[in-house]
């Protein structure tokens, strides 16, 4: 074995070339963070814009992070043909066994970015959670649900498993409240009370329609009442407000029902036999 085979990783390493890998680390690091505040700062001043914002920013950064990772690591080893053919072996196996999930992951995000399943603002479901995707990084896709929880999901699960997308890029999205009542209460009155409590509310968007849908069905942990479900099907203007325009729907049916002698079945004694 000649001398060069007998090499290791760290005689290709440039040590003078050190500080330049850190000052580029940091700079990213800084512009990532610089970019990102602008880009939020842009889309609170012009709402309209808040997530072609949101997806400029994650796409920006995540092009600016690989290309800094590209950088060290030239400036870094000396990546001539003989070095090269010297450590191909050892770098495979490094990357086989250590990096496989990452580099999964860095492709998978790639995939997402440009194939573009939900973007950054979209709000998601996907494996029981819910809520708006906040960044789609080069290891893991982080959702703020409406607990205010952080989830980082890694990349890669995205392409196996279904994911729901509740706006798909758009800023307004699609809310259904659900509403039951007993079988023998006015329907006719219950569907225009949850029709007008959609249609007054501060956050409603009404570009679009609003439709109540009625069904029956049994309710309650025993399923031992049947009822009638009158639910609102409408837009939000905008999907972060979300949660504030499903409590004000409900305080306001909640009030109306109350007022006009409508019953839940919550409401009504249970009656067996």
Not at 55 to 60: K, L, T
Not at 138 to 149: G, H, K, P, S, Y
């Amino acid at each position: 074995m000649d001398d060069l085979g007998q090499h290791t990783l760290l005689q290709f390493f440039i040590l003078e070339n050190l500080p330049t890998a850190i000052a580029i680390i940091v700079v990213a690091v800084v512009t990532t963070r610089i970019l990102t505040r602008s880009m939020d700062a842009v889309g609170e001043r012009f709402t309209e814009w808040r997530l072609l914002a949101k997806q400029v920013s994650a796409v920006s950064r995540f092009l600016l992070l690989i290309g800094a990772f590209l950088l060290v690591v030239t400036s870094l080893l000396q990546l001539t043909d003989e070095v090269l053919l010297a450590t191909s072996g050892s770098i495979a196996v490094a990357v086989g066994f250590g990096f496989k999930d990452l580099f999964a992951s860095l492709m998978a995000g790639l995939i997402l970015l440009f194939d573009r399943p939900f973007q950054v603002g979209d709000r998601i479901s996907f494996d029981g959670e819910y809520g708006e995707v906040v960044e789609i990084g080069l290891r893991a896709v982080r959702i703020v649900t409406l607990e205010d929880n952080l989830v980082s999901v890694p990349n890669h699960r995205f392409l196996n498993d279904a994911v729901s997308c509740a706006n798909a890029g758009a800023l307004h999205q699609m809310c259904v409240w659900d509403f039951w009542i007993g079988t023998d209460q006015d329907l006719d009155h219950a569907k225009e009370i949850v029709y007008d409590a959609t249609a007054t509310s501060n956050y409603v968007y009404l570009e679009l329609p609003i439709a109540v849908v009625v069904r029956e069905g049994p309710v309650g942990e025993g399923r031992d009442r049947f009822a009638v479900k009158v639910s609102s099907k409408a837009y939000v203007f905008d999907g972060r407000y979300e949660t504030a325009f499903g409590t004000d729907v409900t305080e306001r049916v909640r009030r109306a029902f109350r007022a006009a002698g409508i019953q839940t079945p919550a409401d009504q004694p249970l009656r067996i036999g």
